[in-house]
């Protein structure tokens, strides 16, 4: 499985991005997908996830700012941050739901004035 994620990059808070991947060589459209967040210094952590049926969870954090989605016919998982905060910062990846140890590189995102 290869994962594919891009989108990242520098905002200034309230500002939005969206972050997408793109997953190679796996069954899509069955999994349940998610995007896990590393700040600096932090373990990496759950942000979001959309099971196969479209059923969607986020963290308390992002609740309310966050909204995932997928398109299994892309094989690629979405995620559209809005009012972004500087707590947001982290290389984001998505995988899984649960998590296995095909991570891929991630996307960088950086919130700050």
């Not at 069954?27 to 952590?45: D, E, H, I, L, V």
């Not at 892309?74 to 899984?96: A, F, H, R």
């Amino acid at each position: 499985v290869q994962l594919q994620a891009s989108g990242g990059g520098w905002m200034q808070p309230g500002g939005s991005l969206k972050l997408s991947c793109a997953a190679f060589g796996s069954m899509f459209s069955t999994n349940a997908w998610g995007w896990y967040r590393q700040a600096p210094g932090k373990q990496r952590q759950w942000v979001a996830l959309i099971t196969s049926g479209g059923y969607t969870d986020y963290t308390e954090s992002v609740a309310g700012r966050f909204t995932i989605s997928r398109d299994n016919a892309k094989n690629t998982v979405y995620l559209q941050m809005n009012n972004l905060k500087p707590e947001d910062t982290g290389v984001y990846y998505c995988n899984v739901v649960p998590a296995n140890d095909y991570w891929g590189q991630g996307t960088q995102v950086t919130v700050s004035s």
